[in-house]
């Protein structure tokens, strides 16, 4: 049951935002009650933000492993860059969701987790420790190359890029080193 509702809201939020959405709308679309629904959720923030923190923290721990077990800081920007395209192509509605609520729910990330943000950051940082990089911002590096898939994933959702996104992973993720090589001179 509690995937279903997972699903269902997901669903609804990408759809209709976080506003557009009620309990009963949830209820419905995944057939349990509201009273089914409210013993594993206590409210729809709740609900949201559970789906929202486990899938951002998750694509966080994804992308320290891709940064440890990639050499080279080209190597690592190609191989994120095609995780997180592939992660639109799989679940484009998570993917929306995260994009529009974000900024609700950022700030309620714990401490010391590891996000995305991160995962990019650091890898910039051990770019430039190793001398890979001239040094830079890391943080800078990171909204760079994070802008260059966000971005890109926004016009997706919104019709201004058609077809797979990890199809354009390749492009994508040699555009993202590209500008933060801009960045260095």
């Not at 789906?51 to 966080?60: D, I, Q």
């Not at 900024?103 to 991160?118: A, C, E």
């Not at 260059?148 to 996104?165: D, K, M, P, W």
């Amino acid at each position: 049951m509690k995937i279903k509702v997972e699903r269902a809201a997901v669903d609804l939020f990408a759809a209709n935002g976080f506003d557009g959405v009620s309990i009963a709308d949830i209820a419905a679309a995944a057939g349990v009650s509201q009273g089914a629904l409210y013993r594993h959720y206590p409210s729809k923030e709740e609900l949201a933000w559970a789906l929202f923190s486990t899938a951002y923290l998750r694509t966080g721990r994804e992308l320290d492993r891709i940064r440890t077990a990639e050499a080279g800081f080209e190597a690592a920007v190609t191989a994120m860059t095609a995780h997180f395209c592939a992660l639109y192509d799989e679940d484009p509605a998570l993917f929306r969701f995260m994009l529009i609520t974000q900024h609700g729910f950022l700030p309620r990330i714990p401490s010391g987790s590891r996000t995305p943000v991160d995962a990019v950051a650091d890898l910039v940082s051990d770019a430039v420790a190793k001398n890979r990089l001239k040094p830079i911002d890391p943080a800078l590096g990171a909204a760079v190359i994070m802008g260059a898939i966000l971005q890109s994933a926004t016009f997706h959702i919104y019709g201004r890029l058609g077809g797979s996104l990890g199809a354009r992973a390749p492009a994508l993720a040699r555009a993202a080193i590209a500008a933060v090589a801009a960045l260095t001179q």
